[in-house]
């Protein structure tokens, strides 16, 4: 939505659709390691059992079906350790707001209905940014994201949220965003003065 002070603000539920979509790539990469395990180990036994019968060095097939075996249950351990973590992750009942600035935004981040932490990202800050069916994931570390709920937003400013972020825009008219009532307090972290908000940054036409 748009704010009083000319931002667009949105919210997003941390729930268990969320890390599905969040790990996604993970838990596909834990099935392939279980299919190339699958794969390794009736090899390693087919070679056991050729250099056993020619009365040969067994090695190379031993370490084949154990390649195989120790894939196999890799890749079990990690599938099973995303699904109790989006489990444990899911109970934390959190909720992640984000308010989007020219240059910068604002995460605000509530466990349980509580503020429990604030954060101000600078977009050249981002390492990378994923798009999936139903998220935009901005990651300002290696291993965390900030996420952006885009069901929960018209097309018009998701797509202007996408043109902050240097995204390709799908069709629709961006919205042009007023000039700002008052700026955001800055964090007690932060010792830069916050840029202003962002105004008439589309020129509502379709792209």
């Known amino acids: 939505m748009i704010t009083e002070r000319g931002t667009i603000k949105t919210s997003t539920n941390l729930d268990e659709k969320l890390y599905i979509e969040l790990n996604g790539k993970l838990r596909k990469q834990c099935i392939a390691y279980i299919i190339i395990g699958a794969l390794l180990a009736p090899l390693g036994i087919l070679g056991l059992g050729v250099d056993i019968y020619k009365g040969e060095d067994i090695t190379s097939g031993t370490v084949v079906l154990a390649a195989g ?10 599938l099973i350790y995303y699904k ?11 909720v992640e707001e984000v308010e989007f600035f020219n240059g ?11 503020l429990t932490s604030t954060n101000k990202v600078y977009y050249k800050w981002l390492l990378r940014i994923r798009e999936t069916k139903s998220y935009l994931f901005l990651y300002n570390t290696r291993v965390t994201a900030i996420a952006v709920d885009k ?35 800055p964090t007690a972290s932060d010792s830069v003065e916050p840029a202003e908000p962002f105004t008439d940054i589309t020129d509502n036409k379709e792209e």
Request: aromatic share 10%; charged share 15%.
């Open 69 to 78: 075996v120790a894939i196999i249950f890799l890749g079990i351990f990690f």
């Open 84 to 94: 109790n973590f989006n489990r444990a992750a899911v109970k934390m009942n959190r």
């Open 104 to 114: 910068y935004l604002m995460e605000y981040e509530y466990t349980d209905g509580e």
């Open 151 to 185: 069901n929960a937003l018209p097309l018009s400013e998701l797509n202007t949220i996408r043109m902050l972020l240097g995204r390709p825009v799908a069709g629709g008219t961006q919205v042009t965003v007023q000039p700002p009532v008052q700026t955001p307090e």
